[in-house]
């Protein structure tokens, strides 16, 4: 029986596996990787403390400074149910199950697919969800990023130092995402903008060769040899069972990081706070853990 057990291993699950370690809790973390989503990103300008710091650099900072703490930590293996039962809350893994008295499920977002014909046929054969992961592969080549906000400018931004040319699709009217970042993707001579203007298809032999794009009545074809799609994520919070949960299934939280079942807590991108960013995530984690430490300091069992 664990004090607590963090699932997710991003900015808000390794602050919370810090703070709860600093406050000597029998810990468990529970993960499928380490990093989440930051250790996706790009180039990272807006994290306190560093004027410029690449996402696996942060990620990495990020384990560091986890593993100097001796937590046990079960990496490559993900949680698939969390469930609260009377006095205290089962975790199932793809490995095990383990119990503890809180949870803090941390669990972040999952890229969003396009749901276009030929997606998952040259998924992992040119088309990705991963820049930083799988840009390096397309140097010199001729590539598309479907999206307009954050991800997708990160994205082109990363793409323009390695790709030969990068093509914006983007459904609404205008960019969105943050004013330095879209300055840069503007005015960039490597960089076409398809503003109102969806996907359709993506195409190819063994590899992905071109995307049909729709703007309005008229369809083109753009030859491309990487797709990366940027289209929004999706809540990792399928598995939490009896927790409210907004329309857009984000798990939903109160100031203290408590969700309406008792002992279960929840912190970063997986939660309803608005704003998801790597530094509110891991706020948000260090709240959660000290939350969690004052909800068993509390409670008797």
């Not at 990620?59 to 703490?69: G, I, L, N, T």
């Not at 799988?134 to 479907?146: M, R, S, T, W, Y």
């Not at 330095?180 to 993506?202: C, D, G, H, L, Y």
């Not at 809540?235 to 907004?246: A, E, H, L, Q």
């Amino acid at each position: 029986m664990y004090d607590l057990i963090i699932v997710g291993a991003g900015p808000a699950g390794i602050t919370a596996s810090v703070y709860a370690s600093r406050k000597k809790m029998n810990l468990l973390v529970v993960t499928g990787d380490i990093g989440g989503q930051a250790a996706w990103s790009g180039d990272i300008e807006n994290y306190t403390g560093y004027q410029f710091i690449t996402g696996p650099e942060i990620a990495s900072k990020f384990e560091e400074h986890m593993r100097r703490y001796g937590i046990d930590v079960k990496e490559g293996e993900p949680a698939i149910e969390v469930k609260g039962e009377a006095d205290r809350v089962s975790v199932k893994t793809n490995k095990g199950i383990y119990e503890s008295r809180a949870v803090i499920v941390s669990s972040g977002k999952r890229s969003k697919e396009l749901g276009v014909p030929g997606e998952k046929e040259f998924k992992n054969k040119g088309l990705t969800y991963c820049a930083t992961c799988d840009g390096p592969l397309f140097a010199g080549k001729e590539v598309a990023v479907i999206g307009g906000g954050n991800s997708a400018l990160d994205a082109v931004l990363q793409l323009i130092k390695i790709a030969r040319h990068v093509h914006l699709i983007n459904i609404t009217p205008s960019l969105g995402g943050d004013a330095v970042m879209r300055e840069k993707v503007t005015q960039s001579k490597a960089v076409t903008i398809f503003n109102n203007s969806k996907v359709t298809s993506v195409f190819g032999n063994s590899f992905v060769e071109g995307i049909k794009v729709m703007n309005g009545d008229r369809e083109e074809s753009l030859p491309v040899q990487g797709v990366f799609v940027e289209v929004g994520l999706i809540p990792n919070s399928d598995f939490v069972i009896g927790v409210d949960k907004n329309k857009l299934g984000e798990i939903k939280v109160n100031c203290y990081n408590e969700t309406n079942a008792a002992g279960i807590f929840a912190a970063g991108d997986v939660t309803d706070v608005p704003e998801k960013q790597i530094i509110i995530a891991a706020g948000e984690g260090a709240k959660a853990a000290l939350c969690a430490f004052r909800y068993l300091a509390q409670h008797k069992f």
